[in-house]
């Protein structure tokens, strides 16, 4: 199994979304962009945000495992994929990069 790395490349906020259908929050999210985590095979890393996890996992899992070409021809890395949370609000999208070093 592989480490994966986890990096933050985008974060939008749909403001007329918010204002039409949110609950004022005034905290939702820690993230910035270039931010990154290493992910030790399939384990979340630790700071990652869980419901950011639960969306990316499956795609990390394969990865780590050595699964590549995710949706035949995707992404022009085949050991990559481009995931985004699942907060219609202010979704994040992040880049999964499998590593050559084994995970722990």
């Given at each position: 199994m592989k480490k994966v790395k986890i990096t933050v490349m985008r974060m939008a906020k749909y403001a007329d979304l918010m204002e039409k259908?949110?609950?004022?929050?005034?905290?939702?999210c820690d993230?910035?962009?270039?931010?990154a985590w290493i992910a030790n095979g399939w384990q979340r890393p630790e700071g990652m945000c869980e419901s950011a996890?639960?969306?990316?996992s499956a795609f990390v899992l394969?990865?780590?495992?050595?699964g590549?070409?995710?949706y035949n021809g995707w992404?022009?890395?085949?050991?990559?994929?481009?995931?985004s949370c699942n907060d219609g609000f202010r979704p994040v999208?992040?880049?999964?990069e499998a590593m050559d070093?084994?995970?722990e």
């Open positions: 259908y949110e609950n004022p929050i005034e905290h939702a993230m910035r962009e270039g931010q996890w639960e969306t990316m394969a990865l780590a495992c050595g590549e070409d995710i992404m022009k890395n085949k050991k990559s994929a481009m995931i999208s992040f880049l999964l070093a084994d995970a």
